[in-house]
Structure formats: structure tokens, C-alpha cells
């Protein structure tokens, strides 16, 4: 058989599982994952993709002619951490490397090929108190069997790798690193028009100092509250707190907890935000905060700053290596710092000015066609190793 070469080396077959661009889109890893094939997609005219995800997906990506879909019909997310039915593919060599996104959930039990996983954190090792019990079952029960079967894993963040090493004691030198990006949706928007949307669909009005993400408690919300409680005692002007996201089983607390500090009129759960609408609502806030306890990435900081919106997050995790000097970071579990950073950045103008172009400029450096192309090499080099 004849072949092409690539990038030094032969045409590659790859596998990849891609049921989350369509099930999960929205979330951290549903994102992740079409933006993945996506791009891959725009860029990638040469190498054979085999994809296992709904065929609709194939119009609404516009596959080129060496992406071939199988066509996963099933949406029900309790079967997700099933096997995916690809033995025979694998079995007959069409596939050198089977690549699955989500954290390695649904990688098969019989080896045929090389498997490579994008890990995105160990959060359920490190903070287990803040995942569901299910999740925590589950990946407690699978990821240290997956693991071993890797050939390389791909990560978010150096952060995320070290963590990896030190849960799994895999070799570092077969860890990748490739960073998460904004959506091209995520950008400066008219203001006017931000907010008029803010306000039919949300009913946001006045000013407003936001938090996207999720409702677990390593988000620290409960911090942001407390922090808002006493920033409004100090800053006169007409403002709120808006917090963002699908309204989990921690909700009714974060509720009571606006409540009990009588700020319930000013801290204002929306919920879920569709993608539709995510890029003007942050284009409508005034600050984004994101004081999280813990992430892997912590891609709705690069989304703010994608959008001009000055941001103040945690000092600890991953988040540094993140937004690096583009942010105002603080000790996500000082209050107090949170409450004299909202204060300060939205008392000095020169310094709002700063934060605004450097997060511009920081958010810029990522892109997705930099992590489809970083991920063609992770391939490259795991299919040519012996």
C-alpha cells in the first residue's frame, strides 16, 4: 500500500469519539470536543478521521471527504461511559489511534490500536467532596483502569499534567499539553445591545458583576456572595450579582445564603445561559469573577477576556498559568480580598483600562486551530513511537 506522507511521517487513521460535541455542547468537555473536530476539520485535508458520533453532525460540521462518520444513534447520557460498538473498525487496522475526549470515558475493554485520552483534571481525587457520587463512583472505578491502557494522555494545563503524574504515576514524558480556547463568538459586542439582550431575556438590569460556571461548591460561590455583601456596602452605585449557570442541587444554599446576608433582590440566578446569548451577557458585565477553588483550565476567564471584560480570579490551580499576568488574582478563600479587588477595579479607571487590553491580549494567544494542531502532533507522535 502506498502512502502520503505527513509532517515527516505516513497518512494516520484515527478514531475519535465525538458523541460529547453533540450530547454535552455547551460544557467544558462538549466544547472541547467539537472545537477539536472541528478544526481538525479545517485543517486537516490529508489524514483519515473516523468519527463516532450522530450522523446529523456531519451537515452541521461540513466533514470533509476524509472524515468518515459512524453514526451513533443513542443520546442517553447514562450510557455514556459505555463502549462505544467500534471492535471490528478496530479489530481490521483501519485505525492506528483511538483518541477519546472525555476524560477516557468509553474507551474499549480489548486493545487493537493505540489509545490516547484528553484528561482534563483529577478533580475527583483532589476535591471528591464537590462531585456528585455518581461521578465520583464512576471515575473512581474507571479512570485508574483506563489509565495503564494509554499509550500518551492529553491535558489542558502543566498544572493539570503534574497533577496527572502525581495521582496515576504516569510517565510525564508521555503527558501533552494542549490549552483550551475561546469560541470565536466570545468577543467585544456593542454595549447597548448587550444589554438590551441582558435585560428581554434575563431580566438583568442595572449594572452587573458576573460569574459563569457551574453551581459545584469547589466554584466557591458562597465566597462570591459573601464578598458581594460587603462590596455594596462600600460602592454606591446601583449594581448586582449575577451567577450564571444550569441551577444544580447547591442552588436552594446559594439562595438562602443571598437570604440570610438580605441581598436576595441583588444577587440574581438567571440559569442556564444559551450560547446564543453567552457572548452578550458577558459583554454586558461590568467585572467577571471566578474565585474557583480548583480547575484544570478554567476556560470562562479566557471567554471574559475575550470579550473585554476585566476579571479577578483564584491565585492557585491552573488559573494562573491561564490568564498569567492579564487578571487581578486573588486568595479565592479570602473574602476580603475578593470584596477590595471588585472595589478596586471598579473605582479606578486606569486600572479596568489595563485589564481590559491585557485580557484582550491574553485571550488572543489561544486558539483552537493552535490545539488541533497541536493534537495532530500528539498523534504523529504516538503512532510513530515503537
Avoid at 444550569?246 to 437570604?259: D, F, L, M, P, T
Avoid at 476579571?311 to 486573588?330: K, R
Wanted: hydrophobic content about 40%; overall charge positive; proline content about 5%.
Amino acid at each position: 500500500m502506498k502512502y502520503t506522507k505527513f509532517m515527516g511521517n505516513f497518512i494516520m487513521r484515527i478514531g475519535i469519539d465525538g458523541r460529547a460535541a453533540k450530547w454535552y455542547r455547551g460544557t467544558g468537555i462538549g466544547t472541547y470536543t467539537y472545537q477539536l473536530i472541528n478544526c481538525l476539520n479545517k485543517i486537516d485535508r490529508i489524514n483519515d478521521y473516523t468519527l463516532f458520533m450522530p450522523e446529523i453532525c456531519r451537515k452541521e460540521m461540513n466533514l470533509g471527504k476524509n472524515f468518515i462518520l459512524n453514526n451513533i444513534q443513542s443520546n442517553n447520557e447514562n450510557n455514556f461511559w459505555d463502549e462505544v460498538n467500534t471492535p471490528n473498525i478496530l479489530k481490521n487496522g483501519r485505525i492506528q489511534l483511538y483518541h477519546i475526549p472525555q476524560n477516557g470515558v468509553g474507551l474499549p475493554a480489548i486493545k487493537n490500536c493505540k489509545f490516547v485520552i484528553t484528561l482534563h483534571d483529577v478533580i475527583p481525587y483532589k476535591m471528591p467532596e464537590t462531585v456528585s457520587d455518581r461521578y465520583l463512583k464512576l471515575f473512581s472505578e474507571y479512570i485508574p483502569k483506563i489509565v495503564p491502557m494509554c499509550d500518551g494522555i492529553i491535558t489542558v494545563s502543566n498544572f493539570s499534567k503534574l497533577d496527572i503524574v502525581k495521582a496515576f504515576n504516569f510517565p510525564e514524558e508521555k503527558i501533552y499539553v494542549t490549552s483550551l480556547a475561546s469560541e470565536d463568538i466570545y468577543k467585544p459586542l456593542n454595549k447597548y445591545i448587550s444589554k438590551y439582550i441582558a435585560k428581554k431575556y434575563y431580566d438583568i438590569k442595572d449594572d452587573f458583576i458576573l460569574y459563569v460556571g457551574g453551581f459545584s461548591p469547589r466554584k466557591n460561590i458562597i465566597g462570591i456572595i459573601k464578598s458581594f455583601s460587603k462590596f455594596i456596602s462600600s460602592y454606591k452605585k446601583p449594581i448586582n450579582l449575577v451567577i450564571a449557570g444550569n441551577r444544580g442541587k447547591s442552588y436552594s444554599i446559594y439562595k438562602q445564603c443571598a437570604e440570610k446576608l438580605h441581598i436576595q433582590d441583588k444577587v440574581l440566578f438567571p440559569g442556564f445561559i444559551s450560547i446564543n446569548h453567552l457572548p452578550y451577557i458577558y459583554n454586558a458585565a461590568k467585572l467577571f469573577v471566578y474565585p474557583s477553588l480548583y480547575e484544570g483550565f478554567g476556560l470562562p476567564t479566557v471567554e471574559a477576556m475575550a470579550c473585554g471584560i476585566p476579571v479577578i480570579t483564584s491565585n492557585i490551580t491552573s488559573i494562573p498559568e491561564v490568564v498569567d499576568n492579564s487578571a487581578l488574582l486573588i486568595d479565592p478563600k479570602d473574602t476580603d480580598s475578593l470584596c477590595e479587588s471588585m472595589l478596586n477595579v471598579l473605582s479606578n479607571q486606569a486600572l479596568y483600562n489595563n485589564l481590559v487590553k491585557s485580557g484582550l491580549k491574553r485571550a488572543a494567544q489561544f486558539s483552537w486551530e493552535k490545539t488541533a494542531k497541536d493534537t495532530i502532533r500528539v498523534y504523529n507522535k504516538i503512532i510513530n513511537e515503537k
